[in-house]
Nanobody
Framework: QVQLVESGGGLVQAGGSLRLSCAGSGRIFSYYVMGWFRQAPGKEREFVAAISWSGGSTYYTKYADSVKGRFTISRDNAKNTVYLQMNSLKPEDTAVYYC?????????????????WGQGTQVTVSS
């Protein structure tokens, strides 16, 4: 049974940083796309970032325009874990952040393409 467990959320002031982690179990995710999505109060869930691995040191990443230059996604395949480093946080980044795994190497950023999801972790950015 696949499980994804997020951690690292919390309350931070605008301009601050947080690092989210998502540890997977029940399956090896090395060649799968791993991503982060978020859902703000009253809004639809939206794509944040995703990462795929093609072997060796070749990674491919994709980001939502709203987080480019501020967020960095990375992964540790040996630990089956994906990270989201969030810098220069803004109040509009406040949301529940979810990690998700797509059982394919093909980078797709729509949530319907991700069958496995974590329970979410709250990120609150105060102004």
């Amino acid at each position: 049974q696949v499980q994804l467990v997020e951690s690292g959320g919390g309350l931070v002031q605008a301009g601050g940083s947080l690092r989210l982690s998502c540890a997977g179990s029940g399956r090896i995710f090395s060649y799968y796309v791993m991503g982060w999505f978020r859902q703000a109060p009253g809004k639809e869930r939206e794509f944040v970032a995703a990462i795929s691995w093609s072997g060796g040191s070749t990674y491919y990443t994709k980001y939502a325009d709203s987080v480019k230059g501020r967020f960095t996604i990375s992964r540790d395949n040996a630990k089956n874990t994906v990270y989201l480093q969030m810098n220069s946080l803004k109040p509009e980044d406040t949301a529940v952040y979810y990690c998700a795994v797509r059982t394919s190497r093909v980078m797709i950023i729509t949530e319907e393409a991700y069958p496995y999801w974590g329970q979410g972790t709250q990120v609150t950015v105060s102004s």
